[in-house]
Every structure is written in structure tokens, then in C-alpha cells.
T-cell receptor
Framework: EPEVTQTPSHQVTQMGQEVILRCVPI?????FYWYRQILGQKVEFLVS????????KSEIFDDQFSVERPDGSNFTLKIRSTKLEDSAMYFC???????????FGPGTRLTVL | SQQGEEDPQALSIQEGENATMNCSYK?????LQWYRQNSGRGLVHLIL?????REKHSGRLRVTLDTSKKSSSLLITASRAADTASYFC??????????FGTGTQLKVEL
């Protein structure tokens, strides 16, 4: 069964450093998302991406964040200058139709020191 | 209650019993999805119910949706120890994003 994959599973970085989180969505899906979950809190939407552009973003997704689909398979989230409060589990998701099931990857745990 | 708030926050039952979790939301929705999360792991999709549906089944799962009350319930029948996890409801509204609830932590004891 096709699944969303994410790398790395765990990323440790120093405050102020740039990080890139990578995702490979399900191959025939058209809509891509990033969510995050701070430890002990609920999952929060960051950004959605369709047709090579951002379709919606939350207040969390400020100028420090960017997304890219550099090729036909990868979908990346970049944080330019990480802060302590960026420490969280970051989930990628994809769906074939925007009202259909969103399938989530296993997540990348980002720890900012 | 906030958008997608689950109740109870924690539930402990014996193996073989049924577990019922409730979710309330505030705004109109396109669909409501339930997910399971094992401790610190990824989100596994369980079931999706659309706003024009009232009940849906999948294996041991039964989901209901009452749009007039803006609420949904997830019933897991004949629970197993492997069902121990956190369960989240997530609503898809007018936008292109899921809004998650706070989750119910289910513990199924042998």
C-alpha cells in the first residue's frame, strides 16, 4: 500500500540554523500539507500546497518557513533560522482530492537546542 | 469547547469492552476524519465521514456524525490491548486544511 515517507526521522539543530525536512507524498496525489505537533499538544496546520503554489497557510507559517516541490516526488519544508519554539514533530500529508482522506507520514521530530 | 474537542480526555477500559469517544466542533464542515496516534508516532487514518452522512462502519469501528449538534462519535467494539493509543478527530471546513481536536487517550488493559 502506498504511503507518505519523511526524512529524517529525527533532526537535532542549533538555534539559528536552517533545516530542511523532506517528504515523499503518495505518487498520484495532488495536494500536499505540512502540520506540526508540539509535545503534548494537538496537531496544527502549517501550509497546504497545490499546483506548485501555496493554497493556504496558517499564522504559524511566517517568513521563516518555506515549502518547495523541487521535483516530481519530493516536498520540502525549510525553516530558515530555527528557534527553540520550533521544536516539534512535523508531519507531511497528501491527498488526491482536497475533500478526501489526508494520509500522513511518520513525522520528523525536530529538536532545536 | 474548541473546534474538534474530544471527550473524554482519557479513557481506560478492559480488553473486550467497547470504547466510545466524542468530538465536538464549532464551524460547518465538509467532512470529519478520525486518526489514531501511538505514543510519539505518526497519524494513522481510521475513517472519514462526510457532512451528508450520518453513520459509517469500518471493521470494529463505527462513526456517527450529527451536523445539527456539531458532534461526532467513534465507537471501537471488542477493544484489544493493541487499540491503546490517542484518537483524534479532525474537521475539514471551507478551507483546505484539517483542524484537529485535543485527542482522547485510550488505554485498553488486559
Amino acid at each position: 500500500e502506498p504511503e507518505v515517507t519523511q526524512t529524517p526521522s529525527h533532526q537535532v539543530t542549533q538555534m539559528g540554523q536552517e533545516v530542511i525536512l523532506r517528504c515523499v507524498p503518495i505518487s498520484n496525489h495532488l495536494y500536499f500539507y505540512w502540520y506540526r505537533q508540539i509535545l503534548g499538544q494537538k496537531v496544527e496546520f502549517l501550509v497546504s500546497f497545490y499546483n506548485n503554489e501555496i493554497s493556504e497557510k496558517s499564522e504559524i507559517f511566517d517568513d521563516q518557513f518555506s515549502v518547495e516541490r523541487p521535483d516530481g516526488s519530493n516536498f520540502t519544508l525549510k525553516i530558515r533560522s530555527t528557534k527553540l519554539e520550533d521544536s516539534a514533530m512535523y508531519f507531511c500529508a497528501s491527498t488526491g482530492g482536497y475533500t478526501d482522506t489526508q494520509y500522513f507520514g511518520p513525522g520528523t521530530r525536530l529538536t532545536v537546542l | 469547547s474548541q473546534q474538534g474537542e474530544e471527550d473524554p480526555q482519557a479513557l481506560s477500559i478492559q480488553e473486550g469492552e467497547n470504547a466510545t469517544m466524542n468530538c465536538s466542533y464549532k464551524t460547518s464542515i465538509n467532512n470529519l476524519q478520525w486518526y489514531r496516534q501511538n505514543s510519539g508516532r505518526g497519524l494513522v487514518h481510521l475513517i472519514l465521514i462526510r457532512s451528508n452522512e450520518r453513520e459509517k462502519h469500518s471493521g470494529r469501528l463505527r462513526v456517527t456524525l450529527d451536523t445539527s449538534k456539531k458532534s461526532s462519535s467513534l465507537l471501537i467494539t471488542a477493544s484489544r490491548a493493541a487499540d491503546t493509543a490517542s484518537y483524534f478527530c479532525a474537521t475539514l471546513g471551507g478551507g483546505n486544511k484539517l483542524t484537529f481536536g485535543t485527542g482522547t487517550q485510550l488505554k485498553v488493559e488486559l
